[in-house]
């Protein structure tokens, strides 16, 4: 036990050093191209100067008025980070349910599907006039805009999971007396979960993409908010780190769904290592 509890904090020590490995390469070749702290003529500030932004933008004192950013970092990412929270409840709630609907009856898919293949290809930035008219400057229009950009993969995915299962696994349960709700509920949707988690993880990822969009236009607050407030100031320093927050949330929610994911699917993942 303690040499199998040994490779494998020595197999995780090794992902995690193998993760950081890039990264780091890249800040480091970054300041190193910057000796004076900045690159392209002074627009691009080096690692150093972006560190030092940030620790005044989340600890520094607020409504300092020579920083009107100095304090702010946990209320912005708060904001988005509820923001993006509502509009993928919403988009789970609603996809989820759809797409099993589409993959296991004809007749939601031939009623649904060419709709939902209609809209899909429009961009959310092309939303973003729709949402300012019906929601105005709210959270509201925000909360739309990530729901529309995390349904599409959450309920593609479910869909393809709902139609991709084994037909031999239906037959058995009806063969032994499963009536169709059953089979829906005890057959159907655990083999959908592997798909329905994948369309998960793109939905957050495009949700985080949304509201960084939303939150430059439709909204007042928020790491978007910043992002564009700091360019249009010639902040750059704050813009990078503004950035790099964004990835940093946007990784640890992706890290969460993979976590809830290896917890529901533990029998997916042993049936894969016996198979």
Known sequence: MKLANGLLLDNRAGKIALGLLVPLLVVGLWQAAGPNGSLFGGVLPTPDRVWQAWKVWAFGPAGMGLNPYSGTWLDNALFSTERVAKGFGVAILVGVPL??????????????????????????????????????????????LIALGAFYPIVINTTQGARGIDKNWIRAALMMGAKPLDVLARVVLPASLPSIFTGLRVGLG??????????????????????????????????????????????????????????????HRLQSFQA
């Open 99 to 144: 797409g099993i609907a589409i993959g296991w009856w004809r007749l939601a898919a031939g009623a649904f599907d060419p709709t939902i293949q209609v809209l899909r290809p429009i961009p959310i930035t092309a939303w973003l006039p729709f949402s300012i008219a019906v929601f105005g400057i709210r959270d509201m229009g925000s909360v739309f």
């Open 206 to 267: 495009i949700g985080w993409t949304a509201v960084i969009v939303s939150e430059m236009v439709a909204v007042k607050s928020g790491l978007g908010y910043v992002l564009w407030d700091a360019y249009y100031v010639g902040r750059m320093d704050v813009v990078i780190a503004d950035m790099a927050s964004i990835g940093l949330l946007g990784f640890l929610s992706d890290r969460l769904i993979i976590a809830i994911e290896n917890w529901v699917l533990g029998w």
